[in-house]
């Protein structure tokens, strides 16, 4: 069975560009419209809006969308049911991390499975760790690279990599802004200080809870995904970032910066791999899950 219809309509679905989909398909953006047209044909529904400007799906892709995520992850459980006499698995696994994480931790992960397992195709897809948790929740991935929730979502399995600090960063040199003490902490000492944070996940959060503690709103320069750009941004010297340590370690702007020894410190960073608890029923899935060793 030719699959690769249901695999372009969801990588489509995901990215909502005709171009970016088409090159992670590997195929031509008008490849990747005749194969939505003929769908649609099939269907007798629209699947997408679409414009010269915007992509969207429409009710009717909505409930397809779902239909192909549940139809592909059968078939490879079915497929690798019928073909379990030849002991080697084969398919694909998506997985969902930072860019830190992709060279931090991938690579120690992965090397090893590749050997046993040189049939399974992996898809990595980097971005904003905030948003990894989601996507996996959302069946957009298959595993993500994310750090533990303070109370982790009914279904999700979750296995430690490391822990990490979370530390305040500020520029090298010494500026007006620049907390003098910041073992002792104040709020006329920190209310003027330009942030630089996360937009969204648990950074953001350990990171407002701090400055609710000393009793001060903080004053936002900038508000980013990924961790990275926060390095970049302090190391120019627009303000102070919070961010986990092992991103600081594995930046190559590391000495452009300085770790505030800021007290109280914030709390560490779990940082794991996390899977829908239903996934692992997928032969690929549990192998790759067992390969994980808790730490």
């Known amino acids: 069975m030719d699959m690769r219809p249901l695999k372009q309509f969801l990588t489509l679905a995901d990215t909502l560009h005709f ?25 007798d529904a629209p699947l997408f809006v679409r414009d010269n400007r915007h992509v969207s799906l429409t009710r009717q892709g909505l409930a397809f969308q779902a239909y192909a995520r549940e ?37 120690d992960l992965l090397s090893d499975f590749r050997l046993r397992h040189p049939r399974i195709e992996l898809k990595l897809h980097t971005g904003d760790p905030a948003e990894a948790m989601n996507r996996v929740l959302a069946g957009e ?46 709020a006329e000492q920190w209310r ?20 609710r503690a000393l009793g ?28 986990p340590k092992i991103v600081l370690d594995n930046s190559p702007l590391a000495e452009r910066v300085r770790v505030l020894p800021v007290k109280p410190e914030l709390p560490h960073y779990d940082v794991g791999l996390c899977v ?9 899935i549990q192998a790759l899950w ?4 808790e730490r």
């Not at 078939?75 to 992709?102: D, F, K, P």
């Not at 003027?192 to 400055?211: C, H, K, N, Q």
């Not at 067992?290 to 060793?293: A, C, G, I, L």
Request: aromatic share 8%; net charge negative; proline share 7%.
């Open 19 to 43: 171009g970016r989909a088409s090159e992670l398909c590997h195929v031509s953006p008008s490849t990747l419209s005749r194969t939505i047209r003929q769908l649609e044909q099939s269907l």
């Open 71 to 107: 139809a592909l992850t059968q078939w490879e459980m079915l497929r690798h049911t019928l073909s379990n006499q030849a002991g080697e698995l084969a398919g694909e696994i998506s997985i969902y991390c930072s860019v830190t994480a992709s060279y931090s931790f991938l690579y």
């Open 141 to 186: 991935e298959d595993m993500a690279i994310t750090p533990r929730p303070r109370s982790a979502p009914a279904g999700l399995a979750f296995k430690s990599l490391t822990r990490s600090p979370l530390v305040f960063i500020a520029p090298v040199e010494q500026t007006s802004w620049t907390p003098t003490t910041p073992t002792s902490p104040s």
């Open 192 to 211: 003027a200080v330009p942030m630089i944070l996360s937009e969204a996940g648990l950074s953001r959060e350990y990171a407002d809870t701090w400055f």
């Open 216 to 243: 001060v709103a903080p004053t936002i320069y900038a508000q980013v995904a990924g961790h990275e750009a926060i390095v970049s941004m302090v190391g120019l010297g627009f303000g102070i970032g919070v961010v």
């Open 276 to 284: 829908l608890n239903r996934q692992l029923k997928s032969p690929l």
């Open 290 to 293: 067992d390969e994980v060793k």
